[in-house]
Nanobody
Framework: QLQASGGGLVQAGGSLRLSCAASGRTFSGYYMGWFRQAPGKEREFVAVITWNSSTYYADYVKGQFTISKDNAKNTVHLQMNSLKPEDTAIYYC????????????????WGQGTQVTVSS
């Protein structure tokens, strides 16, 4: 029901735009979040956009990433600029209803993930 795409290999300083397409149901009223997981590390919060389009970011991506959504296309985007090697991870989109939107375990739906690799 959530399909993430847009990952790839990019050089440090480059940009990527991830997309998360929802299908099969509407996610109005949900928090739509992006998480990432690097090898050997826990899944960590990246950004979230609320049902009324408020946005929140992890400190380590604030000013670098931008989350947005297109309600008409039922899609959420993550624009990632000035990418660094430490941004390398599998990026997941998720949908949930909890106010504790930084907690991955409280999300109800997950996409399959898209690999982002940033070379130095």
């Amino acid at each position: 029901q959530l399909q993430a795409s847009g990952g790839g290999l990019v050089q440090a300083g480059g940009s990527l735009r991830l997309s998360c397409a929802a299908s099969g149901r509407t996610f109005s009223g949900y928090y739509m979040g992006w998480f990432r997981q690097a090898p050997g590390k826990e899944r960590e919060f990246v950004a979230v956009i609320t049902w009324n389009s408020s946005t929140y970011y992890a400190d380590y991506v604030k000013g670098q990433f931008t989350i947005s959504k297109d309600n008409a296309k039922n899609t959420v985007h993550l624009q990632m600029n000035s990418l660094k090697p430490e941004d390398t991870a599998i990026y997941y989109c998720a949908a949930g209803r909890s106010f504790a939107f930084r907690r991955a375990d409280l999300y109800d739906y997950w996409g399959q993930g898209t690999q982002v690799t940033v070379s130095s």
